[in-house]
């Protein structure tokens, strides 16, 4: 992610009046507290579902514990610096050294965030194509594994480059009144960087989430065929049933009763088969996660990396409104405070779990 280094040679006397610096330091801080207290909160809430919830705490669901993680840090640290960053009209007043490392960490936690949604979506691909495979080999350790490294390769990557970026090319070209990242510079880099950690993601997250969806799809025609046969198997036979004649002129009227009645019960078992009541099956399942989670997701993520992208293949942020780009940078860090909402409309579990954090019902179990 690039800082906003935008200069507006344009700016009319009425945007530097008084009255409207006020307003908009009044709605940046607003804007600041309400969005990193809400990603703060809701995620903690999110990691505190897995200590109560002893159903929660599944492989499959410590990548949600890891975005939770990331969400936080976000929260805690990149959303307030760039809110005071934005409010003194992006002039920088903490040093180099801390700039490098807000930075750092604030690249490291995004892409950290881009990863386990893939990998969020990788799980539950298999976990519908490889059933089996996918119950024998998806332990805790292997979830952690994953874990470890969609931290290690961010942060190796941005604190190296970050840090590094002045000593490899013999300068350091940033203003001290200015932070933003150094090799933002070099558009050459920055657009193959871009490609490799973010558009690449998206196109494996689209495709697999297409094949999902296909899955959803067959799944559901062969329930819908399913329960055509069912009716019609019932319409031609089942009614016939009661009007054959009984043989045995000796059977009781209350064995009749029970004959039809077992008629009855089975029908209503045929007609109306329990897998048709609820959506449980996991593809469905694993569809609704990936569809909230991604869509969110992409929603956030994507206006800014086009505005980027723009901006790289210019050469100058003069290519992008001003306004249009800080929009786009502030709905990436907007993702972090909708996610656990996200996880509720998913996740029935999860929704259950919250209302009883919320109700005080902290009981593990």
């Known amino acids: 992610m690039n800082f906003t280094n935008i ?22 801080i607003f804007a600041t507290c309400i969005t990193s207290i809400t990603a703060i909160l809701g995620n903690v809430i999110v990691l505190f579902s897995f200590f109560i919830e002893s159903t929660l705490r599944q492989p499959s669901n410590y990548f949600i514990a890891s975005l939770a993680v990331s969400d936080i840090l976000i929260g805690s640290i990149s959303i307030p610096i760039f809110g005071i960053y934005i409010i003194n009209q992006n002039v920088w007043k903490l040093g180099n050294v801390f700039c490098d490392l807000w930075l750092s960490v604030d690249y490291t936690v ?7 949604v893939l990998c969020i979506t990788i799980d539950r691909y298999c976990s519908i194509f490889y059933p089996t495979l996918y119950h024998v080999r998806q332990t805790k350790t292997i979830a952690f594994k994953f874990i470890a490294t969609i931290w290690l390769f961010p942060s190796l990557l941005f604190f190296i480059t970050i840090f590094g970026w002045q000593y490899f090319v013999g300068e350091r070209t940033v203003p001290d009144e200015k932070c933003y990242i150094q090799y933002m510079d070099n558009y050459i880099y920055t657009i193959i960087l871009q490609i490799v950690y973010f558009w690449i993601t998206i196109i494996m997250i689209f495709i697999l989430y297409i094949r999902i969806y296909q899955t959803v799809v067959k799944i559901y025609k062969k329930q819908k065929k399913t329960q055509n046969d069912i009716n019609k198997m019932l319409n031609d036979s089942i009614p016939l049933t009661g009007n054959i004649p009984l043989k045995i002129n000796q059977q009781s009227e209350l064995h009749k009763n029970k004959n039809i009645h077992l008629c009855s019960t089975i029908q209503k078992i045929l007609k109306y088969p329990k897998s048709n009541k609820k959506t449980n099956i996991p593809a469905q399942k694993a569809f609704n996660t990936i569809s909230i989670i991604v869509g969110v997701f992409i929603f956030c993520w994507m206006p800014w990396h086009i505005m980027s992208m723009i901006v790289s293949i210019c050469g100058s942020y003069k290519c992008v409104n001003a306004m249009l780009y800080d929009i786009s940078y502030w709905m990436c860090y907007l993702n972090s405070p909708i996610n656990p909402f996200c996880y509720a409309l998913a996740n029935k579990t999860f929704q259950k779990t919250f209302i009883r954090i919320l109700k005080f019902k902290w009981n593990r179990q």
């Open 7 to 28: 200069n507006n040679n344009s700016t009319t006397q009425y945007v530097n009046s008084p009255t409207y610096e006020q307003i908009r330091t009044i709605l940046i």
């Open 110 to 116: 995004c892409l950290a965030s881009i990863y386990t």
